[in-house]
């Protein structure tokens, strides 16, 4: 299923209720949204997708980086350079990138993030598919499950689509919690890393056979603070990982994304520019390698 993604731009009033507007890149709006529809004085409201809109700041919304959708029999990106390979072949490999808008590859100027650098190199010698019900970027396999704006327990929801989880992936690219930093104060070492944790128990419940890689949060520079709770929830996260990979479950983390990505790698203090989405395939490739060296990539379930 095709979304097609339109962005516009509504410009925030009523400035003298600012106890009920919406707070710098907090959400303003989308399909059963209770919440405030306004936003803090010097962010725009901006539709990112139907169910999701986010106070961003003018400079920020007034740049071209909108999500688009692309048909999947678009070319496939050039981005170069890619990671370099030491040699796992041979692997049919159905992989579902699953996220919010850094999965979806928001900002990148092929809209394909780090997924085209990532196809490229996973698949000489490989048989590989990435699934997933949305279709963003001009990769030719550019499906995947990146919602713009979604938090963990949205991730959760929409991973139920029969285009993602019930379509048994073998390999399972896990990046959330970045929305759950930005909307919900403290859930950093409270609900965060619990949903997390809940959602990979879904995830082997549904895919019994998957290997699971998680990634730790990219920087976020935002506000000030935020980057305490993105170091706890990266913490917490790493110490659970490790805990399940040690009792026998075959799930990784791509522990060094929160220290390979800087903040310079970022166009907005949130998403990666694409010298920053490379780096991202980077860190991603190693870890799937380890899990195809640990045997753990076996041949996808017939569905």
């Known amino acids: 299923m095709v979304f ?15 106890l009920a507007q919406s707070q710098e890149w907090g959400q303003c709006g989308g399909i059963g949204w209770p919440g405030p529809t306004t936003c803090v004085s010097g962010t725009i409201c901006t539709v990112m997708n139907p169910y999701y809109s986010q106070c961003i700041p003018g400079s920020v919304a007034s740049t071209p980086s909108s999500p688009t959708t692309i048909p999947s029999s678009s070319t496939k ?16 490999i159905r ?6 808008s850094i999965t979806f590859g928001f900002t990148s100027s092929d809209g394909n993030g780090y997924r085209a650098t990532l196809h490229n190199v996973l698949q000489p010698g490989n048989t590989l598919d990435f699934i997933g019900s949305i279709k ?52 950093a070492n409270t609900s965060a890393p619990t949903q997390l944790s809940s959602l990979i128990d ?4 549904t895919c019994p056979d998957a290997t699971i ?24 996260i790493t110490q659970m990982i490790n805990a399940r990979t040690a009792a026998g479950q075959h799930i990784l983390v791509a522990q060094s994304m929160a ?22 395939a980077n860190v991603w490739y190693p870890v799937i390698e380890q899990a195809a060296r640990n045997g753990w990539i076996g041949k996808p379930v017939t569905v």
């Open 213 to 236: 890689i998680v990634s730790t949060l990219t920087p976020l520079t935002i506000t000030t603070n935020i980057q305490t709770q993105v170091n706890t929830f990266n913490t917490i």
């Open 202 to 205: 879904t995830i082997f419940t």
């Open 136 to 187: 963003s970027g001009t990769m030719v396999d550019n499906d995947n499950e990146g919602h713009v704006g979604a938090t963990i327990q949205q991730i959760a929801q929409a991973a139920v689509n029969p285009l993602a989880l019930p379509a048994r992936p073998n390999v399972v690219l896990l990046m959330a919690g970045t929305n759950d930093m930005i909307d919900i104060p403290g859930s």
């Open 95 to 100: 992989l579902l990138p699953l996220g919010d």
């Open 259 to 280: 220290t390979t990505i800087l903040p310079s790698d970022l166009i907005d203090g949130i998403h990666p520019t694409d010298a920053g989405y490379i780096k991202m």
């Open 4 to 18: 097609v993604f339109r962005t516009f731009i509504t410009f925030c009033i009523l400035a003298g209720l600012a």
């Open 77 to 92: 990106s050039t981005t170069s350079p890619t990671p370099t390979s030491t040699g796992i072949t041979g692997l049919n």
